[in-house]
């Protein structure tokens, strides 16, 4: 099927499609052409080469590098696990950035979509390592991470609840149990689930233990006093399914006198936007995860500055921390790393 020329990033969305298949097509011929592959593979390949063009879309949307380099060295540990060429990924940006050459009319477009492309693929080459487990001796609470991370991994969710509580019982900060045990054994299941050595299954498993106890820590979040700081919104954008982050953030916060809503996952933007203008939060704090949904932050923001709304917005989440310039792109007033730096920010973020 022949292709429209494409001169800006909404043609390259809408015919992602045909452009994915002409770029599967050279990679076939080119690695896998003697290869009986079969429909199921073909399909599944193509849905991956869709999804690869729009990481090479995203990261020139919000120019930047670093979201694609990110996203292709995850993708190497991924396709690392199935018997592939070792250049199959070095193969599909080749034959990825022919075509998107030939196809992109806009002369300005068109090299910023191959410069990534040569820049990412120089920072892969030399890239060989697997990603280093986050249950490490450098924590300084290694001890109560290591407990944690093996009375969960054993399904052993009532000593797991009960270490926590202890050490909260004897002192540990709740920030601390937060930012030292919580964040990185839920970043290890992630780890482990990316190297497939433990199933989905086995993930959502954690993932709902740690949700059990985050719960149970909730008659110490409000045994403060009533008199609150500020009012303070806290979702996850449209699309964003990733809400423990955010979650832990709006429950510290709660914790440390203020007066948070927290909306949880995937909020449609207009519902935030009506949310906003009821309830005037001073603060809104905003959570993406997926690169996929960056431009969902950048639309609502740009609507509650059309809006004139004052409330203050601070972003944060998995892409805000790859790339330390995106929140300014995005059109946020901060950003943090998550509970290391968060207050400080918005305290600095209310002075303004
Ligand atoms: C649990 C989990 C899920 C759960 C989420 C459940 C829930 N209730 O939240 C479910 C099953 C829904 C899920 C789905 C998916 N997931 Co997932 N998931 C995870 C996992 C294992 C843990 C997330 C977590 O709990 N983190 C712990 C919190 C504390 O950390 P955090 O989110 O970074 O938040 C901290 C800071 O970033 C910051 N912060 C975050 N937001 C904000 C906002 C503000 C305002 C501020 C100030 C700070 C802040 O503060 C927090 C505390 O310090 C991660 C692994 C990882 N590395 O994160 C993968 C991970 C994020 N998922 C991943 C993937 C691929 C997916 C799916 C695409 C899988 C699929 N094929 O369907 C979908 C996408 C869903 C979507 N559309 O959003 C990948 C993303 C890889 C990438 N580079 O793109 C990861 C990294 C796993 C991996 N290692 O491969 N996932």
């Known amino acids: 099927m022949g292709i429209?020329?494409?001169?800006?990033l909404n043609d390259l969305e809408k015919h992602i499609q045909p452009i994915a298949t002409e770029v599967l097509e050279r990679q076939i011929e080119r690695q896998f052409k003697d290869l009986k592959l079969g429909d199921e593979w073909y399909h599944k390949s193509l849905a991956d080469a869709v999804y690869n063009l729009r990481m090479i879309k995203i990261a020139v949307e919000h120019s930047s590098l670093m979201i694609l380099v990110h996203y292709l060295k995850w993708l190497d540990s991924i396709l690392k696990q199935f018997s592939l060429p070792d250049d199959v990924l070095t193969v599909?940006?080749?034959?990825?950035?022919?075509?998107?050459?030939?196809?992109?009319?806009?002369?300005?477009?068109?090299n910023n979509v191959q410069n990534i492309i040569i820049n990412a693929k120089?920072?892969?080459?030399?890239f060989t390592k697997e990603p280093q487990s986050f249950i490490r001796n450098d924590n300084p609470h290694s001890q109560l991470l290591y407990q944690?991370?093996?009375?969960?991994?054993?399904?052993?969710?009532?000593?797991?609840?009960?270490?926590?509580?202890?050490?909260?019982?004897?002192?540990?900060?709740?920030?601390?149990?937060?930012?030292?045990?919580?964040?990185?054994?839920?970043?290890?299941?992630g780890r482990l689930w990316q190297l497939r050595e433990i199933s989905v299954a086995k993930e959502h498993y954690c993932t709902a233990v740690t949700q059990l106890i985050l719960s149970s820590l909730y008659d110490i979040i409000f045994s403060g006093k009533n008199n609150k700081k500020c009012c303070l919104t806290a979702a996850c954008v449209e699309g964003e399914l990733h809400e423990m982050g955010i979650r832990m953030v709006a429950?510290?916060?709660?914790?440390?006198?203020?007066?948070?809503?927290?909306?949880?996952?995937?909020?449609?933007?207009?519902?935030?936007?009506?949310?906003?203008?009821?309830?005037?939060?001073?603060?809104?704090?905003?959570s993406a995860?997926?690169?996929?949904?960056?431009?969902?932050?950048?639309?609502?923001?740009?609507?509650?500055?059309?809006?004139?709304?004052?409330?203050?917005?601070?972003?944060?989440?998995?892409?805000?921390?790859?790339?330390?310039?995106?929140?300014?792109?995005?059109?946020?007033?901060?950003?943090?790393?998550?509970?290391?730096?968060?207050?400080?920010?918005?305290?600095?973020?209310?002075?303004?």
Request: aromatic share 10%.
């Open 148 to 189: 944690y991370y093996h009375f969960v991994m054993e399904d052993n969710k009532k000593a797991a609840k009960d270490l926590i509580n202890n050490a909260v019982n004897n002192g540990t900060a709740l920030r601390d149990i937060y930012l030292y045990v919580f964040q990185p054994f839920q970043y290890e299941i």
């Open 289 to 352: 995860t997926m690169f996929f949904n960056i431009a969902k932050v950048k639309t609502l923001i740009h609507k509650l500055h059309q809006d004139e709304l004052a409330t203050k917005i601070i972003v944060g989440g998995f892409p805000f921390s790859i790339d330390p310039e995106l929140w300014k792109k995005v059109g946020a007033d901060a950003c943090s790393h998550g509970l290391a730096d968060v207050e400080i920010v918005i305290n600095n973020l209310l002075k303004e």
């Open 122 to 126: 120089k920072e892969l080459e030399p």
């Open 92 to 110: 599909f940006l080749t034959c990825a950035k022919e075509v998107l050459d030939e196809k992109i009319e806009d002369k300005e477009l068109r």
């Open 4 to 8: 429209e020329p494409i001169l800006n």
């Open 251 to 286: 429950d510290y916060l709660e914790s440390e006198q203020f007066d948070t809503h927290y909306l949880g996952a995937n909020t449609p933007i207009s519902d935030l936007v009506a949310h906003l203008k009821t309830n005037q939060p001073k603060i809104l704090a905003l």
